[in-house]
Nanobody, 122 residues
Framework: QVQLVESGGGLVQAGGSLRLSCAASGRTFSSYAMGWFRQAPGKEREFVAAISWSGRSTYYPESVKGRFTISRDNAKNTVYLQMNSLKPEDTAVYSC???????????????WGQGTQVTVSS
């Protein structure tokens, strides 16, 4: 069992940056691939970034590639999402999740955090 708690969300102007953190409980964190997802009001949850258990492999959709960076510190049981050049369309609740093998497929993730709100003003 892994419990995930996100932090770092907030209100930022367009063009600004935020860094989200996802702290995990449990000694097996380093064995899980991790992902970040977001859900805006009235929209489906979408994939934002994923990282392998080792941190060597990362994946992004085109909508955030070059602006967002996922990383992890297994010694601290934490995964991060650095978000730069933020746009109003990035506004959403951001959640982290854990799975066995790194993937963009949402239904493959089975441990989820509660999420943190990110609001980007124009």
């Amino acid at each position: 069992q892994v419990q995930l708690v996100e932090s770092g969300g907030g209100l930022v102007q367009a063009g600004g940056s935020l860094r989200l953190s996802c702290a995990a409980s449990g000694r097996t964190f380093s064995s899980y691939a991790m992902g970040w997802f977001r859900q805006a009001p009235g929209k489906e949850r979408e994939f934002v970034a994923a990282i392998s258990w080792s941190g060597r492999s990362t994946y992004y959709p085109e909508s955030v590639k070059g602006r967002f960076t996922i990383s992890r510190d297994n010694a601290k049981n934490t995964v991060y999402l650095q978000m730069n050049s933020l746009k109003p369309e990035d506004t959403a609740v951001y959640s982290c999740a854990a799975t066995d093998s790194v993937t963009y497929i949402i239904t493959s993730y089975y441990f989820w955090g509660q999420g943190t709100q990110v609001t980007v003003s124009s």
